[in-house]
């Protein structure tokens, strides 16, 4: 399964590899008295996803096993899981922390919000692909039986992996839908929820941030002018949303809007929220951590240090 990689991750190739030595010195370092954790750390983390699978492939032609099993079987608590993520295909890593996030009795939503809204159409369509080929269910169904109203509506929306991923921005539109989002939120009685759904669930980040950034839009300042009752140029489209809407729902629409003007600065908050207090919330850890590593964790990581003074990495140590 092919992975969305951008060019801000701080994993790469790594060079002069080889499938062959790397699942040898894993099955050595699995299969001596005691596990050689360092061994595995130093494999598992300086090699791309795509190399993990090749000596995920070589390690099952060598030894009969999947590699995954054996570090199951040979480690424990959230060193596995984060191990056994590392060897994981990112589709496969994906459908799986969305059906942990369903389990059971409640719904973990904020780990629902993140991957939905973080995720690239094309990534949209591979997880769902994993997930019915892992769950047999459809991801759909799911989300359908979990969740509820307009929440559901929306996430459904995002699981289907429809929102344009053209970089090109289109003026017109911008305008048009910032006098739509004004017109289904602040200028009626109710809210018409599904006008809030089809622009922040289909349009692009960059479409979106163009209508949302009144200072960067002249044509919010032109509807302005042209005296709509209230200044939307200036009440921002946070505000409408949290004036507007309640609950989960509200939670997923500006986790949208964070998405759209900055991603990695969205992920970099969730990484601290992850990480602040008594315990640590090692679910969100590590899934961010490992999805972002090929992405954007060089961003997230800027992000961190500017929204909280210290790095990142004093953080996780």
Known sequence: MGIC??????????????????????????????????????ILTERSNAQRQLIAKEYQAAYGKELKDDLKGDLSGHFK????????????????QLKKSMKGTGTNEDALIEILTTRTSRQMKEIGQAYYTVYKKSLGDEISSETSGDFR?????????????????????????????????????????????????LRSFPQLKLSMDSHYNPFLRCIVLANISRNISQKDIEDSIKGELSGHFEDLLLAIVCCARNTPAF??????????GAGT??????RIMV??????????????????GYSLHSAIK
């Open 5 to 42: 990689v951008g060019h801000r991750g701080t994993m790469r190739d790594y060079p002069g590899f080889s499938a062959s030595v790397d699942a040898e010195a894993i099955h050595k370092a699995i299969r001596g008295i005691g596990t050689d954790e360092k061994t595995l750390i130093s």
């Open 267 to 276: 992920l970099a908050k969730r990484l601290h929220q992850a990480l602040k």
């Open 81 to 96: 899981c984060l191990m056994v993520a590392l060897v994981t295909p990112p589709a496969v890593f994906d459908a799986k």
């Open 281 to 286: 919330d090692e679910f969100t850890l590590n």
């Open 153 to 201: 509506k929306a996430l459904l929306t995002l699981a289907d992996g429809r929102r344009d991923e053209g970089l090109k921005v289109d003026e017109q539109l911008a305008k048009e839908d910032a006098q739509i989002l004004y017109n289904a939120g602040e200028n009626k009685w109710g809210t018409d929820e599904d006008t809030f759904t089809e622009i922040l669930c």
């Open 291 to 308: 999805s972002r590593s090929e992405i954007d964790l060089l961003d997230i990581r800027a992000e961190f240090k500017k929204q909280y």
